[in-house]
């Protein structure tokens, strides 16, 4: 078992930055995938960026060039660094950590752009 702790949201002007965080109560050296996931009101959640344990990334369309994905194994952390925040990415972003089979979320932190 392992428990997910978001933090770094908040509210930001439309060219803004955020970084979020993503601490793990243990170890995430052996996960297969680390990812960030996020929820628009009345809309599916959807995949925004994603890391495996090889270093390979993978960004929606909608952040690319705009977002990054990295961790710290050391501090057992996922970040998500946000850039030229535009207001369709507001949204409740989580974390998810996947080693089949079990895949674990945190609780969500909100992100919201506006002026």
């Known amino acids: 078992q392992v428990q997910l702790v978001e933090s770094g949201g908040g509210l930001v002007q439309p060219g803004g930055s955020l970084r979020l965080s993503c601490a793990a109560s243990?170890?995430?050296?052996?996960?297969?995938?680390m990812a960030w996931y996020r929820q628009a009101p009345g809309k599916q959640r959807e995949l925004v960026a994603a890391s495996n344990s090889g270093g390979a990334t993978n960004y929606a369309d909608a952040v690319k060039g705009r977002f990054t994905i990295s961790t710290d194994n050391a501090k057992n952390t996922v970040y998500l660094q946000m850039n030229s925040l535009k207001p369709e990415d507001t949204a409740v972003y989580y974390c998810?950590?996947?080693?089949?089979?079990?895949?674990?979320w945190g609780q969500g932190t909100q992100v919201t752009v506006s002026l």
């Open positions: 998810n950590l996947f080693r089949a089979p079990n895949t674990y």
């Open positions: 243990r170890s995430i050296f052996s996960f297969n995938v």
